[in-house]
């Protein structure tokens, strides 16, 4: 069965470094999206992704923040300058269409230090 | 503002007990509601979507049903394996147009015990 992988598990930074979180969607999926889940807290929306451009993005997404499809394949995640209010769960999800099922990836754990 | 409220924040069932959990919503127009099941560090995993009032869906022990302004994940005879926490999360129509981005509840951590 096809599923979203993300890559790394986990990752550890120092708090000002950059990091890049990593995202197969599921390969017919025409729309990807980040979501991401402090412990403890809700799973909140980030951004969505259509046709190589950001169709949507929460107030949490601001410059510090970017993402790319650098290839058939890979979406990923950046985040510039670390903070430490940056740690979560970091998921990443596809569709096929709006409003049709998100699929989920099992999650980056970012840990900043 | 767009809303969605779980109820209860937990659950515990022995083994064979059947329980509804709750998922009122307060939505600008409703696209879809969704349900998942997220187990400790891992994923959202999707389970149901539902789109109109009136609408029930089915998977296992697990049926969804979905009135103008909450769903009901009822368990029937439920298995130890089927704990976990159980997310609801819906999408707005909106009014400058639909959105794609999910609004998730706190969730119902379920404990069902042998």
């Known amino acids: 069965e096809p599923e979203v992988t993300q890559t790394p598990s986990h990752q550890v930074t120092q708090m000002g470094q950059e990091v890049i979180l990593r995202c197969v969607p599921i390969s017919n999926h025409l729309y990807f999206y980040w979501y991401r889940q402090i412990l403890g807290q809700k799973v909140e929306f980030l951004v969505s992704?259509?046709?190589?451009?950001?169709?949507?993005k929460s107030e949490i997404f601001d410059d510090q923040f970017s993402v790319e499809r650098p290839d058939g394949s890979n979406f990923t995640l950046k985040i510039r300058s670390t903070k430490l209010e940056d740690s979560a769960m970091y998921f990443c999800?596809?569709?096929?269409?709006?409003?049709?099922?998100?699929?989920f990836g099992p999650g980056t754990r970012l840990t900043v230090l | 503002e767009d809303q969605v409220t779980q109820s209860p924040e937990a659950l515990r069932l022995q083994e064979g007990e059947s329980s509804s959990l709750n998922c009122s919503y307060t939505?600008?127009?409703?696209?879809?509601l969704f349900w998942y099941r997220q187990d400790p560090g891992k994923g959202p995993e999707f389970l149901f979507t539902?789109?109109?009032a009136g609408e029930e869906k089915e998977k296992e022990r697990l049926k969804a049903t979905l009135t103008k302004k909450e769903s009901f994940l009822h368990i029937t005879a439920p298995k130890p394996e089927d704990s976990a926490t159980y997310l609801c999360?819906?999408?707005?129509?909106?009014?400058?147009?639909?959105?794609?981005?999910?609004?998730f509840g706190t969730g119902t951590l379920l404990a069902v015990q042998p």
């Open positions: 939505v600008s127009g409703l696209r879809g």
């Open positions: 999360a819906v999408q707005a129509a909106g009014y400058g147009g639909a959105t794609n981005k999910l609004i």
């Open positions: 992704f259509y046709n190589n451009e950001i169709s949507e």
């Open positions: 539902l789109y109109s």
């Open positions: 999800a596809s569709s096929e269409a709006p409003g049709t099922s998100e699929f």
